[in-house]
């Protein structure tokens, strides 16, 4: 358990710490690109503010076109916003989309410089429109353009420098993490080993007193000499001292189960078996409240893992079952197997457990006692325990979650591996 604590605070530290790196890995590049862009904007503006001077004071007025590879530009009339060259396919047929008429249109209509970025023949382009003035009157728009390939080079050799260093600081943030979660689980680990330290002592230590108790209440009840009603006290004390030493042996169990000191055989059984002894062990509890105990398995049902471990899980969910089954309500149990899994389930008839309850069934001490009456008074640790061990045996045991609001009866699937 402190093992996945230690392992989820390490993920934790550590996907922050890449959210953080991505969060301003994005912004530094976006900074950088519009950086890049306004830049080329600033550059386009006054290279057409330039190419407009040198048309308007040539002895030539005539508007021309121009493209190349990188740079374009072209003169607008703006009378109909079309290009007023001789031969305007020295622009268009380019791979940089000139001439804008709508870019052109708004340059006209503010009387000021517009950029924008376009969708050219053979990619993304940046285009400046500005007006071109001749003492004060428009007489036509010049557009300059060029690629936006040089900015995304550069945007991209931005990157390949960033992703290395995101990479390593995530790799040194995942060793930072695994350090720090190690220092702040240590107390809780160490308060952890004392408290299943004492667990255990405690169990193992009052198991002696209470056989002792045990032995001298029988001896006293079985004198023969006793009134009904001492009688019944007795009997009474018997109960609760059983009761009481079942706790201590569910107490000792789980903490052998913490400290990862229980031992669970890995090796090929035959689950029918199991479970035909199993049902046989409760055929007499089942028969004194007039239920049906049966079972339904294959001659031979393969799985791997304890058959003793499996049988004792099996115990726990036949005693529930027939704990919290009415009289005249039915038992079944059930062995199949699957691809990878062999599965046994008992599902009982009896009140069943609400949606609200079954995320905390297995929770050590948990009852639902609203949903399924307890006339026996389990320790609250069977449930807990069985999962644990299904979960020793590379299996696991879960709890089918009801279809309505009206919780009819329990149905519960042990699922060990095949080989």
Known sequence: ?????????????????????????????????????????????????????????????????????????????????RVTDRDPTAATSGTLGLPSRHLAASALQDGGAVAETIRGPEGRVRLVSVPMRDGGE???????????????????????????????????????????SGRAVRPARESFERQRAFVADASHELKTPLTLVRADTEVVLYRGSLNA????????????????????????LVARLDAGKLGVADKPFDL????????????????????????????????????????QILAVLLDNAVRFTPPGGAITVT???????????????????????????????????????????????????????ARAQNGDLMVEKPDGEEAVGATFRLYLPRR
């Open 335 to 389: 062995g199949r197997p699957h691809d990878r899994w062999a599965e046994a389930s008992v599902r009982d008839t009896g009140p069943g457990i609400p949606p609200e309850h079954v995320p905390r069934v297995f929770d050590r001490f948990y009852r639902a006692d609203a949903a399924r009456r307890r006339g026996g008074g389990g320790t609250g640790l069977g449930l807990a325990i069985g999962r644990e061990l």
């Open 229 to 252: 009603e001492d009688r019944e006290l007795l009997e009474h004390a018997l109960a609760e001292t059983d009761r009481m030493a079942a706790i201590l042996s569910d107490l000792l």
């Open 138 to 180: 428009v007489v036509g728009v010049m557009q300059y353009a060029r690629s936006l390939g040089g900015v995304q080079e550069t945007v991209n050799r931005l990157l390949l420098v960033l992703l290395p260093l995101a990479l390593g600081g995530v790799g040194a943030a995942l060793l930072g993490g695994l350090y720090m």
């Open 1 to 81: 358990m402190l093992d996945r604590m230690r392992r989820r605070l390490t993920l934790g530290y550590a996907g922050i710490f890449a959210l953080i790196l991505l969060i301003l890995g994005a912004a530094a590049v976006a900074g950088f690109s519009r950086e890049l862009t306004v830049q080329q904007d600033t550059l386009l503006t006054q290279e057409a503010k330039d190419q407009t001077a040198n048309l308007l004071n040539g002895e030539d007025r005539e508007v021309l076109a121009s493209g190349s590879a990188e740079y374009s530009w072209v003169a607008l009339d703006p009378r109909g916003v």
């Open 272 to 311: 029918s078996a199991v479970l035909s002894e199993a049902v046989g062990r409760f055929g007499s509890r089942a028969a004194a409240k007039e239920i049906t105990l049966d079972v339904a398995a294959s001659e031979e049902l393969p799985a791997r893992g304890d058959a003793k471990r499996t049988a």
